[in-house]
Nanobody, 122 residues
Framework: QVQLVESGGGLVQAGGSLRLSCAAS????????MGWFRQAPGKEREFVAG????????YYSDSVKGRFTISRNNAKNTVYLQLNSLKPEDTAVYYC???????????????WGQGTQVTVSS
């Protein structure tokens, strides 16, 4: 089975940056679509960014477009999320997920990491 472990979260000031990583078990990793989701306190889980299996196609939610960048290194079995120009409203637990189809819906993803906390202060 695919196992995902996120890291890189932390506390930063508004305008700062973080780089999140998601390490995956290597079996079939290069075949999987990867996505990042987040869940803020008292809010529903929301899509952040996605990337296809080869890494040549990415898509983002409107709220993060132009500020966040998703990428992957299949040789290292790792997907990344670069968070720039962070805002307090970006505060959430960030989860990486893996699936077999391109989708912004959490129901389309089969495997999930444990999450990493991102907190942005004013």
């Amino acid at each position: 089975q695919v196992q995902l472990v996120e890291s890189g979260g932390g506390l930063v000031q508004a305008g700062g940056s973080l780089r999140l990583s998601c390490a995956a078990s290597r079996m079939f990793f290069s075949r999987l679509v990867m996505g990042w989701f987040r869940q803020a306190p008292g809010k529903e889980r929301e899509f952040v960014a996605g990337i296809n299996s080869s890494g040549d196609w990415t898509y983002y939610s409107d709220s993060v477009k132009g500020r966040f960048t998703i990428s992957r290194n299949n040789a290292k079995n790792t997907v990344y999320l670069q968070l720039n120009s962070l805002k307090p409203e970006d505060t959430a637990v960030y989860y990486c997920a893996a699936g077999n189809v391109h989708s912004a819906s959490y129901t389309s993803y089969t495997y999930w990491g444990q999450g990493t906390q991102v907190t942005v202060s004013s």
